[in-house]
């Protein structure tokens, strides 16, 4: 920890725990210390630390070809390509290394789309508070808390940001500039604050009327998480594009933007492209995972684990009322509003187990979705000495 902070920028709120091996919902540090990991990662291990099928197929494909340029053709992104878009109703597939880059994809195509059909004027896309979609600067200019866009003003143009589920907000905000709404069906980042009931479909049906694209960023919800494949299938709609990263690997960086045939057709030879995008190793990896996530029965279990979490931390939320304020999500996504969250998590870790702050007062629970009951009930057990304390 010194040596990084000699060396590394000092970005990160890191907490102290030097991570060196993970198994399932398991990581073990430097010291041969384990932790539960109900963080998953960060949302991003889905499956659980170096699942033995994802381990060997990564292996295997380490053996024969790591990267090959994009200007020439390689199985495992066709293959993925094919899944990714079968499972989700849209045509096109487009790689890309992380979710900050999959959204930049996003407004690229919803400023390009508007030009290709005749309204060059179009380009604002409609954001909203509390929202999180990455660190690019045009990814920042679209989160909508003020605190990621301090300091690096002028932002880009072209983001505004409306109350999250308020519909007529939406339509007020609406103009001839206006080219796309882009929305994530739980704010993760922000708390873990899950959009009102009936709000996507409403995007959706408002979408449709005024002419404008719908974006869905699927980065954190995607692959399972709430216990549909993706988080807008929740809601009956079929968004124009979506982003996806973090679970898509598995672990190893690798991220997509998926949208509908006739909208990639603005997207033509050389006006988008990426160096890493789709690489071999990480499109395994992702295969892989994929094959198992959209199994049903990943599915049911993601589901019925989820309810499981949830039930204990409302018992939690019974029991220390003046501590734990609220609890929201779906399926394997959890947060817990608590009091002094920061020094929750701090707990938590001293107890066992990782776990992370989403905002300033959520503590997030994101575990893969092999965690057993028994570790979640381990997890809550750790959690309530922590909130006790
Ligand atoms: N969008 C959402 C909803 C996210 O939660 C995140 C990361 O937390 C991102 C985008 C950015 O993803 P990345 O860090 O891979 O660029």
């Known amino acids: 920890m010194e040596r990084a902070s000699a060396h590394l920028l000092q970005n990160y709120r890191q907490q102290p725990v030097v991570v060196e091996r993970g198994l399932g919902a398991r990581v073990w540090d430097v010291d041969g210390k384990s932790y539960l990991d109900l963080l998953g990662g960060i949302a991003t291990c889905a499956l659980g630390h170096c699942h033995p099928e994802v381990v060997a197929a990564v292996k295997a494909q380490a053996d024969k070809l790591w990267h090959i340029s994009n200007v020439f053709y390689s199985l495992p992104q066709i293959e993925l390509a094919e899944k990714l878009t079968s499972a989700s109703g849209l045509e096109r597939a487009f790689f890309c290394n992380s979710g900050a880059e999959a959204n930049e994809a996003l407004f690229k195509l919803a400023r390009k789309v508007s030009k290709d059909r005749g309204h060059p004027g179009r380009f604002e896309i409609i954001c909203f508070e509390n929202s999180f979609h990455g660190r690019t600067l045009a990814t920042v200019a679209a989160t909508g ?80 998480r709430t216990g549909e494949i993706f988080a807008y299938q929740h809601a009956g709609i079929l968004p124009d594009a979506i982003s996806l990263a973090k679970a898509l690997g598995n672990g190893l960086p ?85 009091v002094d969250a920061a020094a929750v998590v701090n707990r938590c870790r001293e107890g066992g187990m990782l776990v992370n702050l989403a905002g300033e007062k959520t503590v997030r629970f994101a575990p893969p979705f092999t965690v057993t009951t028994e570790e979640l009930d381990e997890g809550m057990r750790i959690f309530e000495q922590a909130l006790s304390a």
Do not use: W
């Open 145 to 224: 808390q003020p605190k990621y866009h301090q300091g690096f003003e002028p932002l880009p143009s072209g983001f505004l940001h409306v109350p999250y589920g308020d519909l007529e907000a939406v339509r007020g905000a609406v103009t001839a500039k206006t080219a796309a709404v882009i929305v994530e069906p739980i704010q993760g980042e922000g708390g873990v604050k899950v959009a009102p009931a009936g709000f996507l479909k409403g995007l959706r049906s408002l979408c449709d009327e005024l002419g404008l694209l719908l974006l869905i960023d699927e980065v954190q919800t995607g692959m399972g």
């Open 254 to 338: 690798i991220g997509a933007m998926l949208c509908r045939e006739e909208l990639g057709k603005s997207l033509k030879s050389g006006s988008h492209g990426s160096t890493f995008g789709g690489n071999l190793l990480a499109a395994t990896a992702a295969n892989v995972a994929f094959s198992i996530i959209r199994q049903p029965e990943t599915l049911a279990m993601v589901r019925a684990k989820g309810e499981h979490l949830f039930q204990a931390a409302r018992k939690l939320q019974a029991r220390y009322p003046e501590r734990a304020s609220a609890v929201r999500g779906r399926g394997l996504l959890m947060g817990v509003e608590v």
